[in-house]
């Protein structure tokens, strides 16, 4: 289930690097805290690499064989019910973007979404409160705020339309643009 | 990616005068002892008209739950005057009251009279006459039923009355179209007010019924529109970083009471709308939303989680002075209150779901009004004895109705697309 959900994740850096193909590996076993935090050192060094690699990488081959290195860290984080706290599994991912995101220079849109259950208005707030944890989250580990943009979708935008608890656990999310 | 980089609105937001599939009613619950009436077929002369206005009638007042309609084929006579009355053959039928009229029309036109009688006394009730354009035969239809609803049961009728909702499609590759419609209370005549491929939501009437104001995310974020009704014209009102959500009309029409997230989380704020002046009203770390005014325009009902949980508060505006409403339960948000002011409909949960409730202010009583398990968006009629809200049946999204006193439910499914948060139009 957690690498169907990766493939929904989106590039934050674009670098054409051979390291890249490493971290793809990495991050297609990551179900761990261990693991992820070696995604999260992985993703810095492949991002310190991309910085060096990306000023005079201009021959045909790195191109070729381009691949996306955040593209394979995890974008989607999860919540419990009526709830904005990070989970452990959320805080490990966020680590490895936020040392991807540190050497890099685009921006970040997080999008903050809640299940169907309850109010629409109050679920606006929910998941503006949700990616605004991982906004903080992203801030203290040393990305500047004025790249990440907030935007709450509520309850209008469910990854699943069903009216169940998995359903619903899926929908309570912040995903990273 | 972010924020800099225009991200796409994919297909711009267009007016349309389309016509979308209205929404079919189906009663579920009826009073114990509805009153039993005839409605003759109006007999016609003159120009064609579309509508069977009779049955439009009938509709109507089956569709309150209060009244039982006399099949046509049930009736031994079809009089449409006074003196073709045959009181006795309606009694045998079992018939309280009994409705006829005789229509007439031009290319222009339509004129109706109309007559109510008391089967049992013998006595007209009603003679009146009511006229329109060519075509707007169903505007006719619910005047009248709106008089004989507010003859035989002293309350005002809601028949002539509108609602918005909001529809959302999705075809193949999972894009959505959002549309906000505006139909009949009914759910005839509907049509798209607006169009998006990016969410709409919480519509808002004034209270002259002119004009609305929504939530429409088609700029890639939410932003606050207020728009004209009958001409389409519609502007920006907020469009400030973080929230811009839930507008709700004060009493007077001259404030919108908004929640905006600008200064760091959601926060209630007035805006006066000719200036666009904005008051803030909560300074609170928790979730402050879901504004809505009492009948004075002196104090706001909101829903908070500032205890915790979602509660309702009721914030006066001259001093600030906030207090919780609600104590039963751990979840009550999206209160509006009733029009004494002294009770309001809100949506609870309890341990089978989220229902609307109805609460009295004064004492904290609390009745439950729905039973199924995802009820939301709670609206109420202008008259007060119905509200409409939005729940979930058959893994559909559906609009659904309830009387105050629990008695009468009816659904309004759309054959073709989810729908969701009903606002009933003030007049």
């Keep these: ?177 | 990616m972010g924020f800099f980089r225009t991200l796409a609105v994919i297909g711009a937001v267009l007016f349309s005068q389309l016509s979308t599939a209205d929404l079919v009613i189906e009663v579920t619950d009826w009073v114990k002892d509805p009153t039993k009436i005839a409605i003759v077929p109006f007999r016609h002369k003159g120009a064609a008209i579309d509508q069977d206005m009779a049955a439009v009638v009938a509709a109507d007042l089956a569709r309150s739950g209060q009244f039982e309609a006399l099949p046509r084929d049930a009736m031994y006579s079809s009089p449409s005057a006074a003196d073709e009355v045959h009181f006795r053959d309606w009694r045998a039928l079992g018939v309280d009251y009994l409705l006829i009229g005789r229509s007439s029309a031009t290319k222009k036109r339509v004129n109706l009279e109309y007559e109510l009688f008391d089967v049992h006394r013998q006595k007209s009730l009603i003679k009146s006459r009511v006229g329109n354009l060519n075509g707007q035969e169903r505007a006719i239809a619910h005047k009248v039923s709106d008089s004989v609803y507010q003859k035989l049961t002293g309350i005002a009728g809601a028949f002539s009355t509108r609602m918005l909702y909001v529809s959302v499609q999705n075809n193949q590759a999972n894009q959505q179209l959002y549309r906000l419609i505006l139909a009949d209370a009914d759910g005839a005549r509907a049509r798209a007010i607006l169009k998006s491929s990016e969410p709409i939501l919480s519509p808002s009437w004034s209270p002259d019924g002119k004009q609305i104001a929504y939530v429409s995310f088609e700029s890639s974020r939410p932003a606050i529109y207020r728009q004209v009704v009958a001409t389409g014209e519609r502007e920006k009102l907020t469009n400030f970083r973080g929230l811009n959500s839930a507008p709700s009309w004060s009493p007077d029409g001259k404030r919108l009471a908004m929640v905006l997230s600008k200064d760091g989380n959601p926060e209630l704020y007035v805006m006066e709308v000719a200036t666009r002046k904005l008051k803030r009203i909560t300074r609170n770390s928790a979730i402050d939303t879901e504004p809505s005014w009492l009948p004075d325009g002196k104090s706001l009902v909101f829903t908070s989680d500032r205890g915790g949980r979602p509660q309702i508060y009721r914030v006066n505006l001259l001093d600030g002075v906030t207090k919780r409403v609600t104590y039963v339960g751990a979840y009550n948000a999206k209160a509006s209150l009733m029009a004494d002011g002294k009770s309001m409909v809100m949506i609870h949960r309890d341990e089978s779901g989220y229902h609307i409730a109805w609460q009295e202010l004064a004492t904290g009583r609390l009745i439950i009004l729905t039973d199924s398990s995802l009820d939301e968006s709670p609206s109420l009629s202008p008259n007060g004895s119905m509200l409409l809200y939005a729940t979930k049946h058959q893994g559909r999204g559906v609009l659904a109705a309830v009387s105050l006193d629990g008695g009468v439910k009816f659904r309004l499914p759309s054959p073709s697309s989810d729908v969701r948060e009903p606002a009933w139009s003030p007049n």
């Design chain 1, 1 to 177: 289930m957690k690498n169907k959900l990766m493939s929904v994740s989106t590039s934050i850096i674009k670098k054409s690097v051979f390291l890249a193909i490493v971290v793809s590996f990495l991050a297609a076993c990551a179900s761990n805290q261990q693991q992820a935090d070696a995604d999260a050192a992985a993703a810095a060094e492949a991002a310190a690499a991309a910085e060096a690699v990306a000023s005079g990488a201009d021959d045909a081959e790195s191109v070729e064989v381009s691949i996306d290195a955040a593209a394979n860290l995890d974008s989607v984080f999860y919540f419990e019910y009526d709830q904005s706290s990070l989970t452990s599994a959320a805080r490990a991912a966020l680590d490895a973007q936020a040392a991807a995101l540190r050497s890099g220079v685009s921006d970040v849109r997080l999008e903050g979404h809640a299940d169907e259950r309850g109010s629409r208005e109050y679920n606006l707030a929910l998941g503006e409160r949700r990616a605004k944890a991982v906004a903080d989250y992203l801030a203290i580990q040393g990305v500047s705020r004025s790249r990440i943009e907030v935007v709450s979708y509520g309850e209008e935008r469910p990854v699943s339309l069903r009216s169940d608890e998995s359903a619903y656990s899926l929908n309570r999310r912040v995903e990273l643009k």
